[in-house]
């Protein structure tokens, strides 16, 4: 589980993220909630967080000055700023200060969701799990022109960042790239030798198998961590693609 503290002087404002984090099904974990950037360097003496998600303006002690102490102290703990000042000198600040994301208030809770996701795949990454499954991406390039093939890596990089939401070929067709659905259907089979879905559920698949190997997150959180809002289809698509149920797996890893 990933440790957060919030910070935000707006007391209704915080209380609002933090439930806005509950509701979320990632495998995180409130430890704490705070006023001011003092609190939260009080809090992280006795809360080893992973993760601060911080108001800009408070008082006492602000998002960057709490930004620059996590730094200076060596703190093995991300950050997420949350503001309502779009300014730049704030922004490459908190870049100096190592934050992960700078999040313009109001939060979008899709913007937040894949922000946390992002830092726990870098978390992985740094305990030596590269999130990122060697996958074959060989592409026939010879029914797709330049502009098709650089669309269907544009949408392969987007369903590797974005794999764990949820997920539509027709909606992609049609807000994303502006073409009928049967056209990048085909086009995605040309480039990858797969249909949409395959892949997608392929993907999702190492994605869970890698959570099982390098995380203690239990079946329920690895399933909304690659998409699965039931826990129970999950566990049915993984034993369809490997055999054996999730729960079977993460046994045999622990036999060796």
Do not use: W
């Not at 999040?103 to 969701?113: A, C, D, Q, S, V």
């Not at 026939?140 to 997920?167: G, V």
């Not at 961590?225 to 079977?248: A, D, I, L």
């Amino acid at each position: 589980m990933l440790k957060v503290i919030v910070a935000d002087d707006e007391y209704f404002a915080r209380k609002a993220l933090v439930k806005m984090l509950e509701n979320m099904t990632l495998p995180i974990e409130i430890c704490g909630d705070c006023e001011n950037g003092l609190d939260v360097a009080e809090l992280l003496k006795t809360c080893s967080a992973e993760l601060v998600i911080t108001d800009i303006k408070m008082p006492e002690m602000d998002g960057l000055k709490l930004s620059e102490y996590i730094k200076t102290q060596g703190l093995d703990t991300d950050i997420i700023i949350e503001t309502g000042y779009a300014d730049f000198g704030y922004a490459r600040t908190a870049i100096r200060y190592g934050v992960k994301e700078y999040l313009m208030k109001p939060l979008n809770e899709k913007e937040l969701r894949e922000a946390i996701q992002n830092v726990i795949q870098e978390r992985l990454k740094r305990s030596g799990f590269s999130g990122t499954p060697a996958r074959n991406r060989e592409r026939s390039q010879k029914h797709a022109d330049k502009e098709n093939t650089a669309m269907i890596d544009e949408l392969l990089d987007y369903l590797e960042r974005n794999y764990f939401d949820d997920i539509s070929l027709d909606e992609l067709a049609k807000e994303k790239y502006f073409v009928s659905s049967s056209y990048l259907s085909r086009l995605f089979k040309s480039c990858t030798g797969q249909n949409f879905m395959k892949y997608l559920i392929e993907l999702r698949m190492e994605k869970a198998k890698n959570f099982l190997e390098y995380s203690e997150m239990d079946i329920s959180e690895i399933a909304a961590c690659t998409g699965y809002n039931n826990p129970s289809h999950f566990t049915q698509t993984f034993r369809r693609y490997y055999g054996m149920s999730p729960k079977e797996y993460r046994k045999r890893l622990e036999l060796g």
